[in-house]
T-cell receptor, first 113, second 115 residues
Framework: GDSVTQMEGPVTLSEEAFLTINCTYTATGYPSLFWYVQYPGEGLQLLLKATKADDKGSNKGFEATYRKETTSFHLEKGSVQVSDSAVYFCALTEIGGNTPLVFGKGTRLSVIA | SAVISQKPSRDICQRGTSLTIQCQVDSQVTMMFWYRQQPGQSLTLIATANQGSEATYESGFVIDKFPISRPNLTFSTLTVSNMSPEDSSIYLC????????????FGPGTRLTVT
């Protein structure tokens, strides 16, 4: 079945550092890819998405590019802030919103001032 | 997009009792999903709830323990029955299948502690 593998955390960075969180996937079809963020004590928020190869999703300074050839969707941000401290989940779904998401294990990011 | 609310936001329950969690969506959606998130873990799908049909449960989850209702296109409930401390988790509902959207939206979660 489909699966998502993302880098183990926790990741600790200083403010204004560059962030990369790696995500790779396996899928039988042509999935849509997502990054969700979970701030402490809250539910999941959609951060960005990409639905086809070479699409770049972006939001709040975060970016990820759908790379079909490497089955990857790495999350990047050029300059992190303390407020970015959260758990980040990479996820996929095969048929849009009509099938459940398959999640990676999550990566906890802590940004220190 | 869709806005999803859940009630209760948190509860502390005694073992052997049951709790029903409500999930309300502000627009009609095709699919609703229930997930469990144990402390420090990722999300595990419990079941998929279609309106007008029985919920579809994932391996390891059964209807007697987690009965689900989906009476219309904007509402669903999940009951956690005969609770034990192992059921202490965050329970999240999500919704998908909005017209023209690949996205799924999540509620804020219900934090359940069983003593």
């Amino acid at each position: 079945g489909d699966s998502v593998t993302q880098m183990e955390g926790p990741v600790t960075l200083s403010e204004e550092a560059f962030l990369t969180i790696n995500c790779t996937y396996t899928a039988t079809g042509y999935p849509s890819l997502f990054w969700y963020v979970q701030y402490p004590g809250e539910g999941l928020q959609l951060l960005l998405k990409a639905t086809k190869a070479d699409d770049k999703g972006s939001n709040k300074g975060f970016e990820a590019t759908y790379r079909k050839e490497t089955t990857s969707f790495h999350l990047e941000k050029g300059s992190v802030q303390v407020s970015d401290s959260a758990v980040y989940f990479c996820a996929l779904t095969e048929i849009g919103g009509n099938t459940p998401l398959v999640f990676g294990k999550g990566t906890r990011l802590s940004v220190i001032a | 997009s869709a806005v999803i609310s859940q009630k209760p936001s948190r509860d502390i329950c005694q073992r052997g009792t049951s709790l029903t969690i409500q999930c309300q969506v502000d627009s009609q959606v095709t699919m609703m999903f229930w997930y469990r998130q144990q402390p420090g873990q990722s999300l595990t799908l419990i079941a998929t709830a279609n309106q007008g049909s029985e919920a579809t449960y994932e391996s390891g989850f059964v209807i007697d323990k987690f009965p689900i209702s989906r009476p219309n296109l904007t509402f669903s409930t999940l009951t956690v029955s005969n609770m034990s401390p192992e059921d202490s988790s965050i329970y999240l509902c999500s919704a998908g299948g909005l017209a023209g959207s690949y996205e799924q939206y999540f509620g804020p979660g219900t934090r359940l502690t069983v003593t």
